[in-house]
């Protein structure tokens, strides 16, 4: 975990043996930062087999193969988007995401949230279930209606 953490204050570009699924991946990252969340630890990171910013289980880390010669981040997109969350689910998103407080709502917040890989906040919002509501943007509310409505096509 150590060394871990120093790549991440440093920002080092490294090669790692990752396990996914049980298959061994050799995969070229840059940590960003360590979190610990639901009992494990998760390393943030650039993740040049995916192209976008991920985190990666800690305990799936083999080794860290080699370091290489410094790579230059792209420049991602910092998205945006509004929700209403329960009071009581606000730490969820705050250990996360930047977020601003835009509306206090009683039992609910507005909240702004800021964030870089849509794939995650998408799983947030969905494992958060009717704590929360996306008001904005339209396409991104849309998209977790779509995904509701297919899940409950399954259920039929």
């Known amino acids: 975990l150590q060394q ?3 790549l991440c204050k440093q920002k080092t570009y490294v090669n790692i043996l990752y396990s996914s699924k049980n298959v061994l991946k050799n995969i070229n990252i840059v ?9 494990s630890t998760y390393v943030w990171t650039y993740n040049e087999l995916h192209e976008n910013y991920s985190y990666l289980n800690v305990k799936r880390i083999k080794k860290i193969n080699k ?6 981040l792209p420049n991602f ?4 988007i509004v929700l209403k969350v329960k009071k009581e689910i606000l730490d969820s998103f705050n250990a996360d995401y930047k977020i601003k407080i835009i509306e206090d709502l009683g039992n609910y917040l507005k909240i702004e949230v800021e964030y870089l890989n849509e794939f995650y906040i998408i799983q947030k919002i969905l494992k958060a ?5 996306v008001i904005e943007p339209l396409d991104m509310r849309k998209q977790i209606i779509q995904k509701l409505q297919n899940m409950m096509e399954l259920y039929r």
């Open 31 to 39: 940590p960003l930062f360590m979190k610990y969340e639901n009992e």
């Open 77 to 80: 997109s910092i998205y945006k």
């Open 4 to 6: 871990i953490n120093d």
């Open 129 to 133: 279930m009717d704590n929360v509501e």
């Open 67 to 72: 370091i290489l010669p410094e790579k230059q």
